[in-house]
């Protein structure tokens, strides 16, 4: 066996070979999700990739672009399977339609492209779509809605569990949790912005936990409900519109912690967790700006 | 300095400088109002009126307003002639007054009518000064209606709602349903959907205009070779 050459680091290297690494550590949440659900969310996620790449393909033809890097670079194949995965099971197909169009078209190309976007587009379409329908993103299914798989009662006796979470969704978020730090540990993502968001969220809930019981949900409920973890590992993280410097990104994590809780006690809104992150999108240069990292050789 | 032929003060105020998608200027108004056609075009019109009247007067006075003082001179001619309007809207079309609220005598502030008195009324004669800020003004209308027919079209699936409260009680039948049923895309008539629509539309012009520039030099290119050729 010969020597390999230079250079020795190993990191993912290529657009592709990150977003390709993302949608695998999605693949088990998304198993528990047909699981409990049905399957129509994998329906959502495969229409809304291709809705996305057919506006990207258009978009790229538009703007004079070539086309084949940026279609298998898989970005926008990611944004859509994360928008598929906010919305409802039970959303009309033009809601998916509208919103991977408006995340693709307007929030993504329409700034430039890949890299250029300042806001989340997965983000921008989920938002864009709970502010125009609001009757139809509150569609959820509940697991025992889903004929032959009532989970229900599994979970009201599991002793780790018990009636923590939404129902069927603990299992998602944990699939997600594991699939989360695999990314981690593939050096995917970096730490800083996984642990900094569900750490502040708990430290928030606790806080208020421990003021009244009775008042606010717990710590393990906020963390496992909703798209607190899929958010943290998938979604905050998005390398583009995301802090960069490693100070940044304990900021950035830590705000949208807060305004996630914030949101969801005290707004008008189920789950903040969208409207947290574009606004820590937001401050994002300005956070950057103010945590640059020392030079080498720089003087005081 | 030469007169400004009538034929460029019509084509600069309805295409070429025109008020909202050329300057980009009074957005205030036209993003707040433009939600249906019949908001956009009543306050298009009193905008189009308030601009004529102004541009006339401040031509009029022009010669005996010093330099220093013109600007508050300008604003108190424009706020006279709003005042005017609005009080006429009050008198005659008085659910649309309720309707536009605030907005009639935020035309005072809209950047359009104090820049067209300041650059264009303030050194020309009294009628192209007036025949500048009629068209200056239908353009923005034009704006107005359009940005508006395209909110109301996509966010209520109707086309002139309300008709009635501009044109009186008979043109109630005036609205035209475009869908059945319309679910409602209520982000078009929300603030975000009118600077996204402005956005689409300011594009659209220049994409307009590009190709026309593009066909105009494709003539040059073929007529000079012609004529070489001759």
Same mark, same amino acid.
């Given at each position: 066996m010969s020597t390999p050459s230079s250079p020795y680091v190993h990191t993912a290297g290529s657009v592709t070979t990150v977003m390709l690494r993302v949608i695998y550590a999605l693949l088990p949440g998304i198993a528990a999700y047909v699981w409990f659900f049905g399957w129509g969310v994998a329906v959502n996620i495969v229409f809304a990739v291709v809705v996305a790449l057919v506006c990207e393909a258009g978009m790229l033809a538009l703007r004079g672009r070539p086309l084949k890097p940026f279609l298998l670079d898989g970005s926008a194949a990611v944004t859509a399977v994360l928008l598929a995965l906010a919305l409802p099971s039970l959303a009309p197909w033009w809601m998916t339609l509208i919103g991977t169009a408006f995340a693709i078209i307007i929030a993504k190309q329409l700034y430039g492209g890949l890299g250029f976007n300042p806001f989340n587009p997965a983000m921008i379409g989920y938002v864009v779509l709970l502010i125009s329908f609001p009757r139809e993103m509150t569609l959820w299914l509940a697991p025992?809605?889903?004929?032959?798989?009532?989970?229900g009662e599994t979970m009201s006796t599991n002793p780790i569990f018990g009636?923590?979470?939404?129902k069927g969704w603990e299992w998602i978020n944990g699939l997600f949790l594991l699939g989360g730090l695999w990314l981690i540990y593939k050096k995917v993502i970096s730490w800083h912005i996984p642990v900094t968001v569900l750490g502040s969220l708990a430290l928030m809930a606790a806080v208020y936990f421990l003021i009244d019981r009775d008042l606010y949900a717990s710590p393990l409920f906020h963390l496992f409900s909703g798209a607190a973890i899929l958010g943290a590992f998938f979604i905050a993280t998005d390398p583009v519109t995301a802090s960069t410097t490693p100070r940044g990104r304990l900021y950035y994590g830590a705000g949208i912690g807060v305004f996630t809780y914030i949101i969801r006690t005290w707004g008008g809104y189920p789950d903040g967790i969208a409207f947290a992150v574009l606004l820590m999108n937001m401050a994002a240069p300005m956070i950057d700006y103010y945590t640059r990292p020392r030079v080498f050789g720089h003087k005081d | 300095m030469s007169d400004i032929a009538y034929s460029r003060i019509i084509r600069d105020g309805l295409w070429?400088?025109?008020?909202?998608?050329?300057?980009?200027?009074?957005?205030c108004p036209l993003l707040a109002v433009s939600s249906n056609v019949v908001n956009g075009l009543s306050l298009g019109l009193a905008t189009a009126l308030t601009l004529a009247l102004s541009n006339t007067i401040v031509s009029m006075v022009r010669h005996w307003v010093?330099? $220093?003082?013109r600007i508050p001179v300008f604003v108190l001619v424009i706020a006279c002639v709003v005042t005017a309007i609005e009080l006429a809207m009050n008198v005659y079309l008085h659910e649309l007054y309720k309707i536009l609220g605030i907005f009639i005598p935020l035309i005072v502030t809209n950047c359009i009518v104090i820049a067209r008195a300041e650059a264009f009324a303030s050194r020309n004669t009294v009628t192209r000064a007036c025949a500048d800020g009629l068209f200056m003004g239908l353009g923005s209308m034009f704006a107005l209606v359009l940005l508006g027919a395209l909110r109301e079209a996509i966010g209520q699936g109707t086309l002139f709602a309300n008709a009635h409260l501009m044109f009186?009680?008979?043109?109630?039948?005036?609205?035209?349903?475009?869908? $059945?049923?319309y679910h409602g895309f209520l982000l078009a008539i929300l603030p975000p959907g009118a600077f996204i629509g402005l956005g689409l539309l300011i594009a659209i012009k220049n994409m307009i205009d590009a190709r026309l520039a593009r066909r105009a030099m494709a003539t040059v290119l073929v007529t000079h070779e012609a004529g070489w050729h001759a």
């Open positions: 025992e809605m889903v004929s032959g798989h009532s989970m009636h923590l979470g939404g | 070429t400088n025109n008020p909202a998608f050329v300057q980009i200027l009074g957005l010093s330099d $220093e003082i009186g009680d008979a043109a109630k039948g005036m609205t035209i349903t475009l869908v $059945e049923h």
